[in-house]
């Protein structure tokens, strides 16, 4: 089942905002069992991380600057991840940060057949988001109030703005078209996973849980339920 399976969250410190915890927890559990959670930075100074290590039973791994301009925390994560790949049984890897310096790791991860899962900013350079099997951006991610949504409920993006992403149209009608019989209709769930396998970007990104609730949004598609009470999607005929 998608909900069991086991995560391991690293944080890189240095590049994500400690505010952002709340939103990357409450995603990861729609996901399954957080299991392992480390956290990689210098705890000898004042580190804004250090209040949240416990509410979240987060790990605390130490890491000092042994040379200046040289990144030992990114060098720690990516040991720790391959010790994890090898030794424990994970299936997920989280990791937060928008350096893409965790690029080849994230890749090598997903050639052993791993789900790696990107939580950082919108200033994230591309080949990192690429690299993930789903990207998430934790901007809006900030410490919620009581029975607020935590990931910040970021707004629905309208059809205007939705077809103006032409790499989100394209990579749909692709995915239509390598799904479609031969009236031109397309499994929802088919065309969702092809679409996904092009785009790294979460649909959350765009305000929905789901890639089939984003296409339907768009209003640029055809949609219908087909015998067997599924969703299908066709490109609308001119």
Known sequence: MENDRKI????DCDNARAEAIHGIM????????????????????NNPWEAKLHPFAIQPVQQFAYTKGKNA???AMTIDAMEILFVENVDVFAIVSSDSDFTPLAMKLRAKGRQVVGFGEKKTPQPFID??????YVDGFREPADNEDASGGVEKWD???LRAETRIMNAIRKAIGEEMDEDGWAPASSVAQQVHRQISLSPRNYGYSRWDQLIRATEFFDSKKNADGHLC????KK
Request: with cysteine; proline share 0%.
């Open 159 to 161: 059809k205007k703005r």
């Open 131 to 136: 690299s993930c099997n789903s990207f998430i």
């Open 8 to 11: 391991a969250l690293l944080v």
């Open 233 to 236: 999607f066709r490109v609308k």
């Open 26 to 45: 409450e995603e990861l559990s729609k996901i399954g069992e957080t299991s392992i959670r480390r956290a990689y930075g210098n705890w000898k100074q």
């Open 73 to 75: 925390t990114d060098l």
